[in-house]
């Protein structure tokens, strides 16, 4: 039996970034699909925000909100000090770079890429009706350019992100380019050699193989090709 469960839907980047902690550290852990359209009232107890990614950690409590910890970031941070998995970098400055990086992947990028490009080509698909293709290709043409020019800055010619190493940082950002993945494509090799590399780097990286396997199960029968957005 399992102590950790994760409670999500592995089609979220914020729960793949949750399982790629968990499997770096091959830590087993128990599954719990939420449909994130309609979220149970026992769910919304353990997740004030509606959002998931949540944990549980059964050693600390089994039922009831007290051992659960919500937001993929706030898990990460926890799992890493559990379990000394150490993907915050080596000095304190790596760690600061780590947290920056991380947020930039879950705000500046994840905004856009998960909102104005991913769920206008999947969401409408559910329901029989066609992709909002044109905001997709408003984001990939006109927002996303400019955060995949800062991202190819920061790597600075590095396969990672902080120390030359796996960190956070990686798995954050590859986790939101795995998504553009799964539907569009990798970052155009040829103005981005360097997170082209990476997000194929990530996407083939064991640590998500088994959440990407479902997302294509789950998305080959609703997206079956990938789109060009150029
Ligand atoms: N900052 C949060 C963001 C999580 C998030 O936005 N999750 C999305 C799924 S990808 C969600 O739960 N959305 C709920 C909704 O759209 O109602 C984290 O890092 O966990």
């Not at 902690?21 to 149970?40: A, C, K, Q």
């Not at 000394?84 to 760690?95: I, K, P, Q, R, V």
Request: glycine share 6%; aromatic share 8%.
């Amino acid at each position: 039996m399992s102590e950790i469960i994760v409670y999500g839907t592995p089609v979220s980047p914020f729960v793949r970034k949750v399982e790629a902690v968990l499997n770096l550290s091959s830590v087993p852990y128990e599954f719990v699909n939420i449909n994130i359209m309609d979220m149970p009232d026992w769910f919304l107890e353990i997740s004030p925000a509606k959002r998931i990614p949540v944990l549980r950690d059964k050693s600390i409590a089994e039922n009831g909100a007290g051992g659960t910890i919500a937001d993929s970031s706030a898990i990460c941070l926890y799992l890493d000090k559990k379990l000394n998995a150490g993907l915050y970098g080596e000095s304190a400055f790596d760690a600061g770079r780590v947290a920056w990086l991380e947020e930039y992947a879950d705000s500046e990028l994840a905004l856009p890429l998960g909102m104005k490009l991913f769920r206008p080509i999947l969401f409408p698909r559910l329901t029989g009706k066609e992709s909002d293709l044109d905001t997709a290709r408003q984001t990939y043409n006109e927002v996303l350019p400019k955060l995949f020019d800062y991202l190819e800055d920061a790597l600075n010619g590095n396969d990672f992100f902080v120390g030359n190493k796996l960190s956070l940082a990686d798995i954050a950002v590859g986790c939101q380019l795995t998504q553009l993945n799964l539907v569009v494509g990798l970052p155009d090799n040829n103005r981005w050699p360097g997170l082209a590399k990476h997000t194929e780097v990530m996407t083939n990286h064991p640590c998500i193989a088994d959440n990407l396997s479902a997302c294509q199960n789950f998305l080959g029968r609703i997206v079956p090709e990938k789109i060009d957005l150029s």
